[in-house]
Every structure is written in C-alpha cells, then in structure tokens.
C-alpha cells in the first residue's frame, strides 16, 4: 500500500509546524548590515589604486592569518587524537 500526503503551506508555516525558530529579524538585520557595508565600499570599487590597496593588505598578513587559522583547524583534529596517545 501507498499513501500519499500533499501538505500545502508557507515556509514560515511549515517552521512553525515544526517548532523552528523565526529567523528573519536576524537575516534582514544580516543583509541590511552587508548592504550598508557595500555601500560604505562602493567608492573603493571605483578607484583601482585604493582597491590594489586593500588587496595588497589582505594578501600579507589577512592571507598568513588565514593560513595558521586552517592549520589550527586542521592540525586541531589530528592534535587530541595524537596528544591522547603520548600521554
């Protein structure tokens, strides 16, 4: 036997249904925060010196930062398991 049941309803009604919490306020507060930014940079887009700029900073020390971040990350997983077995 096959049954089927075709629930018609609304993505926040369905969150609802389901006990999910109601992220909206925090996803408008998230996406008027990135608009603001955006616009805060939009002159930067604009002037190719001041944008090199900023790359040349992110590519220094933002990429070096990135790096150790993704071997903490990495070398956190292999550390517990290695540090439980000198102990």
Do not use: H
Not at 18 to 23: N, Q, R, Y
Not at 27 to 50: C, G, Q, Y
């Amino acid at each position: 036997m096959k049954l089927t049941i075709n629930i018609d309803c609304t993505p926040a009604e369905a969150r609802a249904f389901f006990g999910m919490p109601d992220m909206e306020p925090m996803n408008d507060m998230i996406v008027s925060e990135m608009m603001k930014r955006a616009k805060e940079n939009m002159d930067t887009l604009a002037d190719p010196e001041r944008f090199m700029a900023q790359w040349m900073a992110m590519s220094g020390k933002g990429m070096e930062q990135f790096q150790n971040l993704m071997g903490a990350a990495m070398g956190g997983g292999r550390g517990g398991a290695a540090g439980a077995k000198k102990k």
